[in-house]
């Protein structure tokens, strides 16, 4: 069975610092690959996702991802941080033969210190 | 375009009672699920649909139904309500198997 980990629980940085989110998968197959973004009392959203071809994949509000199947992360990165990106941010990975049932992570609690 | 949309916003049960929290998404989406949100869990599929009249389970269906009449409409069952069940419900819908998923706002549900 697929699993995703996120190791940070919670991670503080200071506006306009860069930021990087960790994210490893377990899947047999090549994975379909996601991050969502939750706010306060929100639904989640879409940053990015990875299906297959540049390891490099660029999302909304300027976040992008790397997928390495070496080392089976797909890690979130920002070069700057803005205040308004403190929320929460699920990795997941997407298994069973279409694709079609999501495992998250158990999520990483952004904080920005101004 | 509403989107996802979910009623009620809010729920308080008593153990044993029964409600049925609705999901309606206005998107033409084949897929829909629905997930409970705990505390520093993540999200757990509960049930999920790939077409009007086709279900199936998730990782932790046991103490909920779900139905699927219409391509809009995927209400979740709660049959005997317990403290286990209190959670955040969201429900999201795509296109197909392997896309973006669209969420709704969610339901927060106490069982008292």
């Known amino acids: 069975a697929q699993s995703v980990t996120q190791p940070d629980i919670h991670i503080t940085v200071s506006e306009g610092a860069s930021l990087e989110l960790r994210c490893n998968y377990s899947y047999g197959a090549t994975p379909y690959l996601f991050w969502y973004v939750q706010s306060p009392g929100q639904g989640l959203q879409l940053l990015l996702k990875?299906?297959?071809?540049?390891?490099l994949v660029q999302g909304i509000k300027g976040f992008e991802a790397e997928f390495k199947r070496s080392q089976s992360s797909f890690n979130l990165r920002k070069p700057s941080v803005h205040w308004s990106d403190a929320a929460e941010y699920f990795c997941a990975v997407a298994a069973g033969s279409s694709g079609d049932k999501l495992t998250f992570g158990t999520g990483t609690r952004l904080a920005v210190r101004p | 375009n509403a989107g996802v949309t979910q009623t009620p916003k809010f729920r308080i049960l008593k153990i044993g009672q029964s409600m049925t929290l609705q999901c309606t998404q206005d998107m033409n989406h084949n897929y829909m699920y629905w997930y409970r949100q705990d505390p520093g869990m993540g999200l757990k599929l509960i049930y999920y649909?790939?077409?009007?009249?086709?279900?199936d389970k998730g990782e932790v269906p046991n103490g909920y139904n779900v139905s699927r009449s219409t391509t809009e409409d995927f209400p979740l069952r709660l049959e005997l309500a317990a403290p286990s069940q209190t959670s955040v419900y969201f429900c999201?819908?795509?296109?197909?198997?392997?896309?973006?998923?669209?969420f709704g706002p969610g339901t927060r549900l106490t069982v008292l």
């Open positions: 990875y299906f297959s071809g540049d390891t």
């Open positions: 999201a819908s795509s296109y197909a198997g392997g896309g973006e998923q669209f």
């Open positions: 649909s790939v077409g009007a009249g086709i279900t």
